[in-house]
């Protein structure tokens, strides 16, 4: 099988694991958080892009800037180019509106329905963020629900990673 150029993947550490991502034409496609070990990472992305060649080069401002995040530097994500959904789709709302959420706040799946103009499509939008495959850079963990509690959080580990990301944006050196 011939490896596409248009199509690269990446493993870096951070100071909570291991981290990857996939990186085509249009941007970030994919960003796995820290849950496993570099070499079982990199096997992982492989697979599930088997036209995707290893090449850290793409990475360099996300590697840069995750580093800092998990080091509790603040950060900024929403420059990070992403392959995003078809423009004017729900989905594609929805994660343009999510990337604006400041870190350290949070946003009810209901507010976020309001902001994109459909007050009352909440779940169908947490529904789109559970298909989020570009975590942290389209901050899914910002969105709890309307009474507060956090809600879902299809990333390995779920709810208690989504509660750790949230600690670590709360404990930034401004």
């Known amino acids: 099988m011939t490896k596409s150029t248009d199509l690269h993947y990446a493993t870096w550490p ?4 291991p ?3 996939v990186w085509g034409p249009d941007g970030l496609e994919r960003v796995v958080l820290p849950h496993y070990q570099p070499d079982e990472l990199a096997a992982l992305l492989a ?3 088997p036209k995707a060649v290893k090449d850290d080069r793409p990475f360099e401002a996300l590697i840069s800037r995750c580093r800092d ?3 509790r ?3 900024d994500f929403v420059d990070i180019p992403c392959h ?4 004017g789709t729900l989905a594609f709302r929805v994660y343009s509106q999510c990337r604006l959420i400041p870190p350290g706040q949070t946003r009810s799946y209901t507010q976020l329905a309001t902001l994109i103009g459909q007050p009352d499509s909440a779940r169908a939008v947490a529904s789109a963020l559970g298909r989020n495959h570009i975590p942290l850079v389209i901050p899914c963990h ?3 629900y309307a009474d507060g509690r956090l809600g879902g959080f299809t990333a390995p580990g779920g709810v ?3 509660q750790r990301l949230l600690d670590v944006e709360r404990g930034m050196a401004t």
């Open 73 to 75: 530097k603040p950060v």
């Open 69 to 71: 995040y998990f080091n």
């Open 142 to 144: 910002r969105v709890r």
């Open 160 to 162: 208690s990673v989504k």
């Open 14 to 17: 951070t100071a909570w694991g």
């Open 84 to 87: 995003m959904p078809v423009e």
């Open 19 to 21: 981290m990857g991502g």
């Open 47 to 49: 697979w599930e892009h």
